[in-house]
């Protein structure tokens, strides 16, 4: 079996644009076959869209969502990082934690947000510590991983060198955990964008999962593809745009494997 | 300018699947100030333990290691590793520069000094994945000298190398030497590369870890040394015989 070297052969670019068309003509062809009522179009949703944006409630909704997503990223990576790699350091904490992580990655997420508006009240607060408590776990397996699989010649070499504690854990520790890091950062970051509609639905008064139940709750297929889309498409460009850079920069010494000295 | 003096080391691991192996077997060494020893022995001597030990990278189970400088301050101590164990994500100046302190011009300046002198110039840009493993050690050989230390202990720092290009490298490390006037303890299991390489080679035997036989080069093959030189290769058979017998 002959394994493909990445990039040794250049793809047209329609290869990924032909992609996201077939989505677009997927759309097509559904709205056609379905009475416009169950399934509109991508022009009218678009309209729809774009009287959104005109009244000024499209970005207020967007944005209260968002606001939620990146606290709670935030919070949940930053915790999901230290725990991860104590977990990953310390057999002791892996096994004090060992119970909790279990119980926070088989819980079902709904639970967690009934339980949360029923402690904190129909509150923003409450819909943000569940989104930390939804993606925590799978942040802390992925940095687990990452801590077991360091290479710890290159820590003995730096100790060797008499670096610093805070120069090893910088420059030859967390270089190696990266990998982990940003992975789980895109995958907890997806996950919080869904999550936080299902928040929203159970239990705000804005956002866009309150948006998707308010036209669900007038049978309205427009509003509720309008405001799904729309969000889809933000996400698309955070991940690709904002994390994939990122992933590249963290990475570019990878890429330049080939170049010949 | 240091000395190094290990007494009476013991060290011991346990053994996968029970019972205990002993490394190494209240060892005496001393390495004088500015000497170049070569420790020679079979794999599993336990050579690359008592380095360690010296270099204080492991704790001995007895005896003491003492690394006592002529002017009085604390000698600045540096190991050389079997492989080259450079940071994959640091270009081969950002490695260099790890190992320094103080300003980054002086320190750029001392790396651009250095990649020169081991035979790298042009090439503080790259990643240690661009170049090839006889480049990447000269880079480690390179990042162990450039503080230039009281005392280097190098773990076979040229054993994956290809004949060729270990040569070479030989030579330039033996130049490196002579610049700074270090104490070199040096590990490996090619007795060729001891006789070239060493004031005296200490041969180790195993089971447990100990010095079986003593070689004072310096005697026999004055520097500069030539490795075609007949003398070398009759000393590296003699050095075998002891081997095996240990």
């Given at each position: ?5 990445p ?6 670019p329609?290869?990924?644009v ?6 677009l ?6 709205a056609?076959?379905?009475?416009s009522?169950?399934?509109p179009?991508?022009?009218e949703t678009m309209?729809f869209v774009?009287?959104?944006?005109e ?10 969502t968002?606001r939620?997503v990146?606290i709670?990223?935030a919070?949940?990576?930053?915790i999901?990082v230290?725990?991860?790699a ?11 934690l060992?119970?909790?992580l279990i ?9 967690l947000?009934?339980m ?8 923003d607060?409450a ?6 408590v939804?993606i925590i776990?799978?942040i802390?397996?992925q940095v687990?991983?990452g801590?077991?699989?360091i290479?710890?010649?290159l820590v003995?070499?730096a100790?060797a060198?008499?670096?610093p504690?805070?120069t090893?854990w910088r ?11 940003v992975?789980?950062a895109r995958?907890?970051l997806s996950?919080?964008?869904k999550?936080?509609v299902?928040?929203?639905?159970l239990?705000?008064?804005?956002g866009?999962?309150y ?7 007038m049978?309205d297929m427009?509003g ?8 889809m498409?933000v996400?698309?460009?955070v ?6 850079r990122?992933q590249r920069r963290?990475?570019?010494?990878r890429?330049?494997v080939?170049?010949?000295? | 300018?240091?000395t190094?003096v290990?007494q ?6 346990d053994a996968p699947?029970g019972?205990?192996?002993?490394a ?7 390495v004088?100030?500015?000497?170049f ?6 794999s599993?001597?336990?050579?690359t333990?008592?380095l360690n030990?010296?270099a ?7 005896g ?7 002017e009085?301050d604390d000698p ?6 079997q492989?080259?164990?450079?940071l ?5 100046r ?9 300003p ?10 250095w990649l020169?002198r081991v035979?790298l110039a042009?090439?503080?840009d790259y990643?240690p ?5 006889g ?6 050989v390179a990042?162990g000298?450039?503080?230039e230390?009281?005392v ?6 040229f054993g994956s190398?290809d004949e ?5 490298i030989r030579?330039?490390?033996l130049?490196?030497?002579d610049?700074i006037g270090?104490?070199?303890?040096f590990?490996?299991h090619?007795?060729?590369e001891?006789?070239?390489?060493a004031d005296?080679i ?6 447990p ?6 070689e004072l ?10 490795a075609?030189?007949?003398a070398?290769w ?12 240990g």
């Amino acid at each position: 079996m002959r394994i493909p070297s990445p990039g040794s052969t250049a793809l047209a670019p329609w290869t990924i644009v032909g992609s996201y068309a077939s989505i677009l003509v997927a759309w097509i062809v559904a709205a056609t076959l379905l009475p416009s009522e169950l399934m509109p179009g991508p022009i009218e949703t678009m309209r729809f869209v774009v009287r959104q944006i005109e009244r000024g409630v499209l970005w207020m909704h967007l944005w209260a969502t968002a606001r939620r997503v990146l606290i709670a990223f935030a919070a949940g990576l930053s915790i999901g990082v230290v725990v991860g790699a104590a977990m990953g350091l310390s057999r002791l904490v892996d096994r004090l934690l060992q119970g909790w992580l279990i119980a926070g990655l088989t819980v079902p997420r709904i639970l967690l947000f009934v339980m949360s508006y029923l402690i904190f009240g129909l509150s923003d607060t409450a819909a943000i510590a569940a989104l930390i408590v939804t993606i925590i776990p799978t942040i802390v397996v992925q940095v687990r991983e990452g801590t077991r699989a360091i290479d710890h010649k290159l820590v003995e070499m730096a100790r060797a060198y008499h670096r610093p504690r805070t120069t090893i854990w910088r420059q030859v520790v967390l270089p190696q955990l990266m990998p982990y890091i940003v992975g789980t950062a895109r995958s907890s970051l997806s996950l919080a964008w869904k999550m936080v509609v299902l928040a929203e639905l159970l239990g705000r008064t804005n956002g866009v999962g309150y948006q998707i139940s308010f036209y669900f709750q007038m049978f309205d297929m427009v509003g509720i593809l309008g405001y799904g889309v729309t969000m889809m498409i933000v996400l698309a460009i955070v991940d690709l745009v904002l994390l994939g850079r990122w992933q590249r920069r963290a990475f570019r010494w990878r890429a330049t494997v080939g170049a010949d000295a | 300018m240091a000395t190094v003096v290990a007494q009476g080391i013991d060290k011991r691991f346990d053994a996968p699947g029970g019972g205990v192996v002993e490394a190494l077997a209240n060892v005496d060494l001393t390495v004088v100030d500015g000497e170049f020893v070569c420790l020679l022995g079979p794999s599993g001597c336990g050579k690359t333990t008592l380095l360690n030990v010296m270099a204080g990278l492991m704790e001995p189970d007895a005896g003491t290691v003492e690394i006592r400088s002529g002017e009085g301050d604390d000698p600045v101590v540096r190991t050389v590793f079997q492989e080259s164990r450079l940071l994959p994500w640091m270009t081969v100046r950002e490695n260099l520069a790890f190992v320094l302190d103080g300003p980054t011009r002086a320190k750029n300046v001392r790396i651009d000094d250095w990649l020169g002198r081991v035979g790298l110039a042009g090439t503080a840009d790259y990643y240690p994945r661009q170049l090839s493993i006889g480049m990447q050690q000269r880079v480690s050989v390179a990042r162990g000298l450039i503080v230039e230390p009281d005392v280097v202990f190098m773990d076979e720092p040229f054993g994956s190398l290809d004949e060729l290009t270990a040569m070479t490298i030989r030579e330039e490390l033996l130049t490196l030497w002579d610049d700074i006037g270090c104490t070199i303890v040096f590990v490996t299991h090619n007795p060729l590369e001891a006789t070239l390489l060493a004031d005296r080679i200490v041969i180790m035997g195993s089971k447990p870890g100990r010095i079986v036989h003593e070689e004072l080069v310096s005697d026999q093959v004055p520097r500069p040394r030539d490795a075609d030189d007949l003398a070398l290769w009759r000393l590296a058979r003699s050095a075998v015989r002891h081997l095996e017998l240990g």
